[in-house]
């Protein structure tokens, strides 16, 4: 159906091309359809109501009967008319086998060729009338769609009826025989023995050469190619007789397109050979018209609808397909009323057929409806085609799919909207102003008038009104710098300034805006925002105010608390002082116990006064830093002495790791480092119950120069303790503060220790940060970037290094199997592991785990001294005879706090005594 389609003989003006050599516009619709008339072939162009698979039928006298019956007339040119001489309303709709008449059958050969191989050339009879019979030879080709079906046979047939009369004619009519010849549209030569001995007038027109050149001077072979000169003009034939295109060469050069017949006939018994010229350009150049305007229908992007005069569609595109989801079978012969969807009035329709029926062309926009029920929109151009007489003959509608458009259409209605509406109510006030010195206003919202006092009015396109005259003298320089500098770097400008109202206040205003770009880069103008920020910056000079009254409120609160903790301990010192006096000059044990209690308390009190003195001249600046060279190494062996014992009665491990290459000594605050380390390593004590304890000593980034080599030193300090949520990660470093989840009677503290250590590594220049899990443990890493060090050891390492600890001047980076370091728990210089594997061993750890145990139950809800001092005493003279140092270390401890009268340390060193059983457990166990 695509390859042919009914004339369009409109006058209707159609795109026009210009030929390269007059520029003058070429309407090659009419030409195409002057051609497709005037040939002298018919055209015929025969459908079929639903395409027909060959396939499906079992017998040929079915595929026969479909081929007759089921094949009409759709389309034909003028040629037809006069080779069948029947009327234009006779022959649309006649079927193939009316077409034929009672000669159909004789054609049968043909009809198997074209079934089978889907076209046949050859010749055909026909009957006109009865009795009356005429010749055409025809080309039938099927036209199928892409599933292989047939949809159509489009026909190419000439009438030769008159050259078989002629070939039936006596072989002594030879006058008569070359009159016909002459009267022929075909040019006509014929030839004997390889030479031209006639031709007709056709001839002479179509080749430019005159009758005499012809015959005398054998022109006519030089028409053609060599290899098909040779062919025809050779003696003797020694092909049969055949029809074939190839070009011709005229005199003048120019080159057509012919179609070639040969016949051989007799004449006085001599064989005479006869060349049927026809010049088929027009021909091919219609054909290829016809091809390229059915491509071209085909892959446009619109739809293309082509209806006859009723309404009915004759021809779709496949864009119509794919938009509406009908294909061409579902709607050829049927009404485009199949698309509406009901929502436009019956008005609009006849507006569209009164426009239509006046030959003048109509455009608009439908909503219709696809195959699957979805609405869509589409623009149309529907135009009548005419016929020569100016007659209405058909419509041909050109639509294009505008759903996306008429969504956007909506969606910016609605975002335009919706902008208006929110112009409208927003606290502030947008604006648009030229790019001039005064900044005119070109729109400004309704806001403007609560803003400023002015109405909208008063405002726009006013240069007495400009946003140069609102904004106060003071300020106008800045805001037009910060607008320039904004326009220069393609940014958008913020600045803050006041603007002088109509009743002549000062306000504040945030005022924010970009430039606008035209094509050509030139600014067209300025969009904006203005924000009354009034209150916002009165607040802020209050808030400052109260700021600076904070400020010093916090310096008078670091002075009070260095003064009064000075004060403090002044008088404290002589307390301790006296009670060392009174304790030489009494022999009375129970007065000594109560003097040791006093300094007891009073040493609390004092590292107590001193942190809080530490914290206040932090926060004063008063802080004084004192730099010396010193090795470290001897600084982390005061650290183990410190926490040994309460090491070892965790049972947990002690681990010390410095870099081989770490520098002898180091320029630092060698007081200051020691209270860090203690804060910290202390932290990890108190709250670690299993695993151990790793301090790693870093040197990274060293540079060495002749004088003052620096390096950056790195201190970790890592537990597997209950570790610290991550929501009291900054908690912890604040002053009087621990994380809520501890129970303070266990983890005793001020909660003054991490906030210190923070504020004295910032004073030396360092930082602090902090990695943990919950029940994993924590790792605190300390760096300062810039420490001075030495190769050369001024001081000796004093303290005795203790071997229940493991210290490890290497880079090993693993922890040591726990188990590989559980044998050194007690703090003799040896153990004798035969008493723990004696059974007498096991009744100790027995005994500790019930009646120990019982007792030790008791103390939670009371703390009676006597008998807690009983049970201490048991576990100091268990110890001895057992010779194991952390049990009898244990005992005494708690046997301290009770002659102290520090029932706080009694209540803590009772909570260790779990740790100190499993540690027994332990013991025995490695030791079997």
Excluded at 16 to 36: A, M
Excluded at 305 to 326: A, C, D, L, P, Q
Excluded at 387 to 414: G, P, T, W
Excluded at 539 to 564: R, Y
Aim: hydrophobic share 35%; charged share 25%.
């Amino acid at each position: 159906m695509d390859l042919m389609k009914q004339r369009d003989k409109s006058k209707v003006p159609v795109p026009r091309l210009f030929s390269k050599s007059s520029q003058t516009t070429v309407d090659f619709r009419q030409i195409s359809n002057f051609f497709y008339d005037q040939l002298v072939d018919a055209f015929i162009f025969f459908t079929v109501e639903k395409p027909v698979d060959w396939s499906t039928f079992s017998s040929p006298e079915g595929k026969l009967r479909a081929l007759a019956d089921g094949f009409v007339i759709n389309d034909y040119n003028d040629a037809l008319l006069l080779q069948y001489g029947k009327a234009t309303k006779s022959i649309i709709g006649m079927s193939l086998g009316h077409f034929f008449g009672s000669s159909f059958m004789l054609n049968n050969e043909s009809w198997s060729i074209l079934i089978s191989q889907g076209e046949v050339f050859a010749e055909f009879t026909h009957e006109k009338t009865e009795g009356y019979v005429w010749w055409t030879e025809a080309n039938y080709r099927m036209i199928k769609d892409k599933t292989g079906k047939t949809i159509g046979i489009i026909v190419a047939q000439r009438d030769i009826t008159q050259r078989k009369l002629a070939y039936k004619v006596s072989e002594e009519s030879e006058e008569r025989l070359r009159k016909l010849a002459h009267l022929s549209f075909q040019a006509i030569a014929i030839l004997h023995q390889g030479k031209v001995v006639d031709v007709n007038e056709a001839m002479v027109k179509l080749t430019g050469y005159s009758i005499d050149e012809l015959l005398t001077q054998n022109t006519l072979p030089s028409c053609f190619q060599k290899a098909y000169a040779e062919k025809l003009f050779r003696k003797n034939w020694d092909q049969p007789a055949g029809a074939f295109e190839t070009s011709l060469c005229r005199k003048d050069k120019s080159i057509i397109t012919v179609e070639i017949e040969t016949q051989i006939i007799n004449y006085k018994n001599e064989p005479n050979y006869v060349i049927g010229i026809l010049d088929v350009s027009n021909r091919k150049r219609i054909e290829e018209e016809i091809v390229k305007l059915s491509i071209a229908l085909d892959q446009s992007a619109n739809e293309i609808i082509i209806t006859r005069k009723n309404g009915n569609i004759e021809y779709v595109n496949k864009s119509f397909t794919t938009i509406t989801g009908y294909l061409p079978s579902e709607v050829i012969g049927k009404n485009p009323r199949i698309l509406k969807s009901g929502t436009h009035s019956a008005a609009f329709y006849k507006d569209l057929w009164k426009t239509l029926k006046k030959g003048q062309r109509w455009e608009g926009e439908f909503h219709n409806r696809k195959k699957s029920g979805e609405l869509y929109w589409e623009s149309a151009t529907i135009t009548p085609i005419k016929n020569k007489e100016s007659e209405i003959v058909r419509y041909i509608a050109i639509k294009e799919d505008i759903s996306l458009r008429k969504i956007a259409e909506q969606s910016l209605r609605e975002s335009e909207e919706k902008f208006r509406s929110m112009v409208s109510n927003i606290p502030g006030v947008v604006y648009r102003c030229a790019y001039n010195t005064e900044l005119t206003f070109l729109f400004v919202a309704d806001a403007a008038e609560t803003l400023t006092g002015y109405r909208v009015s008063e405002l726009q396109n006013n240069l007495g009104r400009s946003l140069a005259r609102l904004i106060h003298p003071d300020d106008l320089t800045r805001v037009k710098e910060s607008i320039k500098k904004g326009v220069s770097d393609f940014q958008q400008y913020n600045l803050e300034c006041r603007i002088i109202t109509k009743h002549k206040t000062v306000k504040w205003v945030s005022n924010s805006g970009r430039p606008v770009y035209s094509e050509d880069g030139s600014i067209k103008w300025l969009d904006g925002f203005l924000m009354d920020i009034t209150e916002r910056i009165m607040a802020l000079e209050e808030l400052k105010k109260a700021k600076i009254a904070a400020e010093e409120a916090n310096n008078a609160k670091s002075e009070f608390l260095a003064n009064i903790s000075h004060e403090i301990r002044t008088p404290l010192n002589s307390v301790l002082g006296f009670t060392e006096l009174l304790e030489g000059l009494t022999t009375d044990s129970q007065q000594i116990k109560y003097l040791n209690s006093i300094r007891a308390s009073g040493k609390n009190l004092m590292m107590l006064i001193n942190d809080l003195l530490d914290l206040s001249k932090i926060e004063a600046g008063k802080m004084t830093l004192h730099y010396t060279f010193f090795d470290i190494r001897r600084l982390l062996d005061e650290i183990r002495n410190v926490f040994s014992l309460r090491v070892t009665i965790k049972g947990i491990g002690y681990i010390e790791k410095i870099d081989k290459k770490f520098p002898a000594e180091i320029k630092f605050d060698e007081v200051r480092l020691r209270q860090i380390l203690i804060n910290l390593v202390g932290n990890a004590v108190k709250f670690t119950h299993h695993g151990e304890i790793i301090i790693v000593i870093k040197c990274s980034n060293m540079v060495e120069k002749k004088e003052n080599p620096t390096m950056q030193l790195e201190i970790q300090v890592k537990d597997t303790g209950i570790g610290i949520p991550e929501n009291s990660f900054r908690l912890i470093f604040e002053s009087f503060r621990q994380h809520s989840q501890l129970d303070s009677r266990k983890y005793e503290g001020t909660g003054l220790g991490l906030a210190i250590t923070k504020r004295l590594v910032e004073a030396m220049k360092g930082n602090i940060s902090l990695q943990s899990k919950v029940g994993k443990g924590s790792t605190f890493k300390v760096v300062f970037p810039h420490v001075e060090y030495s190769e050369v050891s001024t001081n000796a390492i004093t303290s005795p290094f203790m071997p229940e600890f493991k210290t490890d001047r290497g880079n090993d980076a693993g922890a040591e199997d726990l188990n590989e370091r559980s044998q050194n728990y007690a703090t003799d210089d040896n153990l004798d592991v035969h008493i723990v594997r004696n059974s007498d061993f096991s009744h100790l750890v027995r005994s500790f785990e019930n009646e120990f145990t019982d007792r030790w139950k008791l103390f939670e809800k009371k703390q009676p001294l006597k008998e807690i001092q009983s049970f201490a005493q048991e576990i100091i003279d268990q110890g001895k005879n057992f010779r194991i140092g952390f049990i009898q270390q244990y005992g005494e401890q708690l046997l301290s706090t009770i002659e102290n009268f520090d029932i706080e340390q009694m209540r803590i060193k009772l909570d260790y005594f779990p740790d100190l059983l499993k540690q027994m457990k332990k013991l025995g166990h490695e030791n079997k």
